[in-house]
C-alpha cells in the first residue's frame, strides 16, 4: 500500500494522519495478511515505542472506515486485519491443524459476478476462506 495516498485517503475523510496513524499504517503493510491488533501494535512500537494497544484498535476502525484495512475473521475467534489495495484481492487458506494461514490470488468468484449481476444484484466486494489441512499436517494425519 502507497502510504503517502493512504495519508490523503485519511485527509480527504477528515481525519488527521499522526505519527501513531502512520506507524500503524506501516505495520499493517509490513505484516501483510491477517495480522492481529496485538501484532500490529507490536511492530507499530518498533516505529512510535510510545503507541498504546487501544489507539491501534481506534486507528484500525478508523482505517477500516475509511477503505485502507478490511478486517478478517478465520474462525479462531480472533479479528485480524489487513491492508486493502484497490483492485486487487486475495483469499485464504487455513490449516485447521496448525494454524497456518496461505492465501490464494486465484478467485473463483469474480465469474459468477455477471450472472449476479444479471438477477439484479450489484457485487462490491467479496471473501471466501477454505478450511483444510496444509500439506504437512495433511501428511501426519
Given amino acids: 500500500m502507497d502510504l503517502d495516498r493512504a495519508a490523503g485517503r485519511?485527509?480527504?475523510?477528515?481525519?488527521?494522519?499522526?505519527?501513531?496513524?502512520?506507524?500503524?499504517?506501516?505495520?499493517?503493510?509490513?505484516?501483510?495478511?491477517?495480522?492481529?491488533?496485538?501484532?500490529?501494535?507490536?511492530?507499530?512500537?518498533?516505529?512510535?515505542?510510545?503507541?498504546g494497544l487501544v489507539t491501534v484498535y481506534r486507528t484500525l476502525e478508523a482505517f477500516t472506515a475509511e477503505g485502507l484495512?478490511?478486517?478478517?475473521?478465520?474462525?479462531?475467534?480472533?479479528?485480524?486485519?489487513?491492508?486493502?489495495?484497490?483492485?486487487?484481492?486475495?483469499?485464504?487458506?487455513?490449516?485447521?491443524?496448525?494454524?497456518?494461514?496461505?492465501?490464494t490470488d486465484e478467485c473463483t468468484v469474480q465469474p459468477l459476478e455477471g450472472t449476479i449481476l444479471r438477477r439484479g444484484f450489484e457485487v462490491t466486494a467479496h471473501r471466501l476462506e477454505l478450511f483444510g489441512y496444509c500439506a504437512r499436517c495433511r501428511t501426519r494425519r
Avoid at 70 to 89: I, K, M, N, P, W
Fill in 69 to 103: 484495512a478490511q478486517s478478517v475473521f478465520l474462525g479462531d475467534g480472533r479479528t485480524r486485519y489487513e491492508a486493502t489495495e484497490q483492485g486487487r484481492h486475495h483469499h485464504h487458506l487455513v490449516c485447521l491443524h496448525c494454524g497456518r494461514i496461505a492465501t
Fill in 10 to 51: 485519511l485527509r480527504a475523510g477528515g481525519r488527521r494522519v499522526t505519527a501513531q496513524r502512520r506507524a500503524v499504517l506501516r505495520a499493517l503493510t509490513e505484516l501483510g495478511c491477517a495480522a492481529d491488533a496485538e501484532e500490529i501494535h507490536g511492530r507499530a512500537r518498533r516505529m512510535h515505542p510510545r503507541i
